[in-house]
């Protein structure tokens, strides 16, 4: 295990504060520096970047980005047991480390960042939110996003769906969302004896780019046609879709998509058409129906 400073060993600060490790906060602490540096090293060049973590836990990845030279660092942890942990980091960083005890899935995280300053998030997530969190990073607007790259821990099985191609088992709305505005990769595998306590999954970091200018859609849209798509994923897409309220067929039709084609046989642009199609089908119908 190599040292990234001169601070305590990772075991030492998790015995000096008391910070056993909360199932109820999803965490399970990385000790091995040699992986943090790895995770921090996968987003890529830190320099002028504010670099926003969440979940830093006794900091053992905060310090490996710390280490990289960004020029600054915001975590968000909710465990008021590990916020003196981490003040020793920020006073071993002078004015480069920011510490905020709170919700990571309340926080304004465009207000976290100065306006027109370059910014990335990397965190190894707690597993109890890191999808809601990665579905609001997603989701965020205006677009782009206010950060460059996110460099995100996971499950694996949460992984590969992020990352799932049409027609795997493991592509679904999760994929589509991710795949419409971004793009995603898993840079590595971390097996659970890295972790302690150790889960009992292995673990992978996913890198994820935003597309500056994703295909034009509105997302309530979009969301609304794969939820009706996936909910039925079994069923082919004339089925599946007529709880959306319009003719199916012509729907489908308008798309060049195959009545017979299930919902895990669509790319991402097929449902971004789908999606823009049924606005209009809607649009058309209110302005043409029937006078109250």
């Known amino acids: 295990m190599s ?56 900091g053992g990845l905060t310090r490996a980005i710390l280490a990289l030279g960004p020029e600054k660092v915001v975590a968000i942890e909710r465990d008021a047991r590990c ?33 027109g300053r370059r910014a990335a998030i990397i965190a190894n997530l707690p597993y109890n939110i890191a999808t809601p969190l990665l579905i609001g990073w997603l989701s965020s607007d205006p677009w782009p996003p206010w950060y460059e790259s996110l460099t995100l821990m996971f499950q694996r099985e949460v992984a590969e769906r992020i990352v799932a191609a049409p027609g795997t088992n493991h592509y679904g709305r999760l994929a589509i ?11 590595f595998d ?28 509105d ?29 199916t067929l012509a729907l489908l039709e308008a798309t060049g998509i195959a009545p017979t084609e299930r919902a895990e046989q669509v790319p991402v642009e097929g449902f971004v058409a789908l999606a823009n199609t049924w606005a209009e089908m809607r649009a058309t119908a209110r302005r043409d129906g029937p006078a109250s």
Not at 84 to 106: K, N, Q, T, W
Not at 177 to 186: C, E, K, M, N, Q
Not at 192 to 212: D, E, G, L, R, Y
Not at 222 to 244: C, N
């Open 3 to 58: 040292a990234v400073d001169e601070l305590p060993p990772l075991r030492e600060v998790i015995r000096t504060h008391g910070l056993s490790a909360l199932k109820s906060l999803g965490q399970n602490f990385l000790l091995d520096l040699n992986l943090t540096s790895k995770i921090a090293r996968t987003a890529g060049r830190l320099d002028g970047v504010t670099v926003v973590e969440v979940g830093p836990g006794p």
């Open 83 to 115: 916020i003196s942990a981490l003040g020793e980091v920020a006073a071993h960083y002078p004015g480069r480390l920011e510490v905020i005890e709170g919700d990571a899935l309340e926080a304004d995280y465009r207000a976290l960042v100065p306006a």
């Open 177 to 187: 969302l991710t795949g419409w505005r971004a793009s995603a990769r898993i840079a």
């Open 190 to 217: 971390v097996p659970a004896s890295a972790f302690v306590p150790p889960p009992k999954v292995t673990s992978s970091v996913v890198h994820i780019v935003p597309h500056a200018a994703p295909l034009p859609c």
């Open 219 to 247: 997302l309530k849209m979009l969301e609304k046609v794969t939820e009706a798509a996936f909910g039925q994923r079994r069923k082919m897409l004339r089925q599946s879709l007529k709880s959306l309220g319009v003719d």
